[in-house]
């Protein structure tokens, strides 16, 4: 706590030279939230932030401007027309059908790519059995010209 207050009395000192102008209460208020905002989190930039704010506020002065006020307002909302809540009703429907589009075809695309997937399957195992019955006709007549080299 001691260490804080030394900084603050440190901020008051350099920010009050810096600029006379401008209100001090309001500025060490916003000083001393930095200052507790640095020792909660460890991150010098909150700090950092309302340094940079008053030297520009200060150099605002000393050129002879107002000061820098930053409002946010609130974000207005307004009422849809009819005829834009039925182009956006009209393109979220078409939105709909497109997507439903969409999934049939990838459905109609799986099942097609299933249905070749199986049939090629089902040709491999032909094709094996087809090799198995060759080698074994390989074989046979492997053994039967052998059978005929050699005479008994």
Same mark, same amino acid.
């Given at each position: 706590?001691?260490?804080?207050? @030394? %900084?603050? =009395?440190?901020? &008051?000192?350099?920010? /009050?030279?810096?600029?006379?102008?401008?209100? !001090?209460?309001?500025?060490?208020?916003?000083?001393?939230?930095?200052?507790?905002?640095?020792?909660?989190?460890?991150?010098?930039?909150?700090?950092?932030?309302?340094?940079?704010?008053?030297?520009?506020?200060?150099?605002?002065?000393?050129?002879?401007?107002?000061?820098?006020?930053?409002?946010?307002?609130?974000?207005?909302?307004? @009422? %849809?027309? =009819?005829?834009? &809540?039925?182009?956006? /009703?009209?393109?979220?429907?078409?939105?709909? !059908?497109?997507?439903?589009?969409?999934?049939?075809?990838?459905?109609?695309?799986?099942?097609?790519?299933?249905?070749?997937?199986?049939?090629?399957?089902?040709?491999?195992?032909?094709?094996?059995?087809?090799?198995?019955?060759?080698?074994?006709?390989?074989?046979?007549?492997?053994?039967?010209?052998?059978?005929?080299?050699?005479?008994?």
């Amino acid at each position: 706590m001691q260490l804080m207050n @030394e %900084l603050l =009395d440190n901020a &008051k000192i350099s920010f /009050s030279s810096v600029c006379n102008d401008v209100s !001090l209460e309001n500025l060490d208020y916003q000083l001393a939230n930095a200052a507790l905002e640095v020792f909660k989190s460890g991150n010098m930039t909150p700090l950092i932030k309302e340094e940079l704010k008053t030297k520009i506020q200060a150099s605002r002065l000393k050129r002879g401007k107002d000061e820098l006020t930053v409002e946010f307002k609130s974000e207005q909302k307004y @009422e %849809l027309s =009819d005829e834009e &809540k039925a182009r956006i /009703s009209k393109r979220k429907e078409a939105n709909r !059908l497109a997507a439903v589009r969409f999934r049939q075809r990838r459905k109609s695309k799986e099942q097609q790519l299933s249905e070749e997937c199986d049939s090629l399957e089902a040709r491999n195992a032909a094709l094996l059995r087809e090799l198995e019955d060759l080698q074994r006709q390989k074989g046979g007549l492997l053994e039967a010209i052998s059978q005929i080299r050699s005479p008994p």
